[in-house]
T-cell receptor, first 114, second 116 residues
Framework: DAGVTQSPTHLIKTRGQHVTLRCSPISGHKSVSWYQQVLGQGPQFIFQYYEKEERGRGNFPDRFSARQFPNYSSELNVNALLLGDSALYLC?????????????FGPGTRLTVL | AQKVTQAQTEISVVEKEDVTLDCVYETRDTTYYLFWYKQPPSGELVFLIRRNSFDEQNEISGRYSWNFQKSTSSFNFTITASQVVDSAVYFCALSEYSNSGYALNFGKGTSLLVTP
């Protein structure tokens, strides 16, 4: 079975631009979460979606937004990019919305903002 | 406030040595879940284990073992007879419900280097 997939793998943008990252969850999983991991740190929670609704949001500015589609795939959008947005963006999927559910991670999208 | 503390930033061992990675967590909930993930240089987080707050039994999986102690709020991970392929960053994470949903709170990770 395919795991969580993310696209693109790498991305280079300049300050002020907009970026869209995509994620496809494991088949049958209904929840998708997004995390930002800057170099040398643990992943930081950005959003959690379940059944196409936002169910959780971390401490990130409004420049960050996301959505989940009927097929449970998801997009993360970041507007007005800053140098500090350079990071590995990880998508995770889980079957349900519960603290007991294991979140399985994709390979990530490495975003570089110049 | 840091909910998960991994005090060891980097550990270096020689192959076949045993190594223990420490994790201390903080929560007010009685029901919570703890996880360990491995992040090799490729970047993908690989799930290793999940433990719920009501199960304090230690677990062993091959060369890996986990020691969960609620009394000290610790969930330590031991690799026996380490191998070069174990070189990676290891993250401990806490899952609990908050107004941020069921987010995983990660520690800062411990970078393990196993040399031949």
């Amino acid at each position: 079975d395919a795991g969580v997939t993310q696209s693109p793998t790498h991305l280079i943008k300049t300050r002020g631009q907009h970026v869209t990252l995509r994620c496809s969850p494991i088949s049958g999983h209904k929840s998708v979460s997004w995390y930002q991991q800057v170099l040398g740190q643990g992943p930081q929670f950005i959003f959690q979606y379940y059944e196409k609704e936002e169910r959780g949001r971390g401490n990130f500015p409004d420049r960050f937004s996301a959505r989940q589609f009927p097929n449970y795939s998801s997009e993360l959008n970041v507007n007005a990019l800053l140098l500090g947005d350079s990071a590995l963006y990880l998508c995770a999927s889980s079957y349900d919305l519960d603290s007991a559910d294991t979140q399985y991670f994709g390979p990530g999208t490495r975003l570089t903002v110049l | 406030a840091q909910k998960v503390t991994q005090a060891q930033t980097e550990i270096s061992v020689v192959e076949k040595e045993d190594v223990t990675l420490d994790c201390v967590y903080e929560t007010r909930d009685t029901t919570y879940y703890l996880f360990w993930y491995k992040q090799p240089p490729s970047g993908e987080l690989v799930f290793l284990i999940r433990r719920n707050s009501f199960d304090e039994q230690n677990e062993i999986s091959g060369r890996y073992s986990w020691n969960f102690q609620k009394s000290t709020s610790s969930f330590n991970f031991t690799i026996t007879a380490s191998q070069v392929v174990d070189s990676a960053v290891y993250f401990c994470a806490l899952s609990e419900y908050s107004n941020s949903g069921y987010a995983l709170n990660f520690g800062k990770g411990t970078s393990l280097l196993v040399t031949p």
